[in-house]
């Protein structure tokens, strides 16, 4: 990947964070993390992944922060100095549900082999 749309990536990931902390208050969002942007390579777009805390939340803070899409755009060109502000598209972040489902799999191996062993 370039390096300027690392910098890019990271610039956004920044800014958006600091936007949902300070512009955005709403107990909602709770503990809300930004984890990871993908910016296409014409940098018309880019994809901003959610980690939301409170899983039965997940749909509802989505479906808010999609409702406030065009003002979180809007506050990041304010921010940032760029010709062009990119189209912004949020998706949640299921990394830690992918991890929790390996950990207990690897778990669940653990104990029966600790059952096998015993028997």
Known sequence: MPHRIEKFENLIKEEVSLIFLFKLNDPLFGFLT?????????LKSAKIYLSVLEKEKREEVLSKINDQARYIRSELASR?????????????????????????????????DDKKGNS
Do not use: A, C, M, N
């Not at 930004?34 to 014409?42: E, F, G, L, R, W």
């Not at 299921?94 to 390996?102: A, P, S």
């Open 34 to 42: 930004v984890t990871t942007v993908k910016v296409s390579p014409d």
């Open 80 to 112: 940032i100095r760029v010709k062009f502000v990119p189209e912004l598209k949020f998706y949640i972040d299921d990394t830690i549900d992918y991890v929790e489902k390996i950990e207990g799999l690897i778990r669940k191996i653990h104990q029966d």
